[in-house]
């Protein structure tokens, strides 16, 4: 196991080395995040009324300076880890904190912008009690940057720029997990997964029309296997039937992507497949370093996931790069760190047509 972990460990390192020298190549491409937990990096701190929040310990605790940011993770989470193989130093700052900065506006906005909001996904009226940013207002406050933009450097920059970006999309997993909490589930599976892509289909088709060419999008993962949904089942094992969902939503959003890939000329992707990922580790996890892939490391009550992660109250587990989850739903720094290491470098069984990397650099 360690021989297999020091292998893994030095491939990064070679590989992280190639990226720094690409980077320095020419100008970094803008990064424009959308999506829900696995990728907010604070949204919802800054939003008064919500009720979604990761502001407080233990959450941040292998962050620099041991700082709650509003990541739902114990340090650095995917968007954070995507951003640094492109270049950064981690993901591009919340839309919300940069309105704070008026004059520079335009200079930040070049860079990229973070606009996920724990609690949303694709559905507007997912997480619509909890005091989140929907998907569709996210899209509506990117539609604000692209004005600026066009304001300070004009219509035909900010279309080349804008196609140059990288738009990295990570949502669809609450979608499933309130329709499994709802007392109205009479829909039937391959109805309500068809209205989830065709409304990631408007959702897509605005992005593509403000601009957007490059989309890096992150499918559902296996939620059933996550620890809080894990406690449900007696044996502790995974609810078959919401990762059935997540397999069927997989399936259908690759159809719609390719769909629409040859609608629109000049639209590139990468696919993600998160449940393909994610049960490559739960199947293999002596591979990964990983020794546990059921529990959550910080939480109280069964599996470690029938309580929030909250300090003093929390148990705490003390070895957080061997667990795949931090808390009864999200992943690990270091399960994020393989996570965005896959999506940007993975072969073709995890992420599809084309790696992040290879989207990247696909001018």
């Known amino acids: ?20 020298s690409h980077s320095a190549d020419g100008p970094l491409p803008g990064i424009f995040i959308l999506g829900d937990s696995t990728a907010d990096v604070g949204t919802n701190t800054l939003l008064p009324q919500s009720k979604v929040k990761s502001d407080f310990p233990y959450y941040g605790i292998d962050f620099p300076h041991t700082r709650p940011t509003g990541r739902f993770s114990n340090g650095f989470n995917t968007a954070d880890f995507l951003a640094k193989f492109i270049g950064y130093r981690r993901s591009p700052p919340p839309f919300l904190s940069i309105l704070r900065h008026g004059s520079s506006l335009s200079k930040r906005f070049l860079r990229g912008i973070n606009f996920a909001s724990a609690g949303s996904g694709i559905l507007d009226t997912t997480g619509q009690t909890l005091g ?3 998907l569709g207002a996210q899209i509506q406050h990117f539609t604000t940057v692209q004005s600026n933009l066009t304001a300070a450097i004009g219509a035909e920059e900010t279309a080349k720029f804008l196609s140059k970006s990288l738009f990295f999309i990570s949502t669809g997993s609450n979608d499933i997990i309130y329709y499994f909490q709802s007392n109205n589930r009479t829909v039937p599976k391959e109805e309500f997964v068809q209205n989830l892509v065709d409304a990631y289909e408007n959702h897509l088709r605005t992005l593509f029309n403000l601009g957007a060419r490059k989309f890096g999008i992150i499918s559902v993962p296996p939620i059933g296997c996550c620890p809080s949904l894990r406690t449900l089942d007696p044996s502790d ?3 078959e039937e919401m990762n059935d969902y997540a397999t069927f939503f997989y399936t259908t959003i690759e159809a719609l992507l390719q769909r629409l890939s040859s609608e629109y000329q000049g639209m590139k992707y990468s696919l993600g497949n998160a449940y393909e990922m994610t049960m490559n580790v739960i199947n293999n996890p002596i591979a990964f370093n990983f020794t546990d892939v059921k529990g959550a490391c910080c939480g109280g009550g069964k599996l470690n996931a029938e309580s929030f992660c909250v300090k003093p109250t929390a148990a705490l587990c003390s070895d957080r790069d061997e667990y795949l989850f931090w808390d009864m739903f999200h992943p690990t ?4 760190r393989l996570a965005a290491f896959t999506l940007y470098s993975g072969e073709p069984r995890f992420v599809s047509p084309i790696n992040f990397s290879q989207l990247a650099m696909d001018n």
């Open 237 to 239: 094992g995974c609810l």
């Open 333 to 336: 720094k270091q399960a994020c």
């Open 1 to 20: 196991m360690a021989k297999r972990w020091v292998s893994l460990s030095l491939f990064l390192i070679i590989f992280l080395a190639m990226v720094v």
């Open 132 to 134: 989140i940013i929907t």
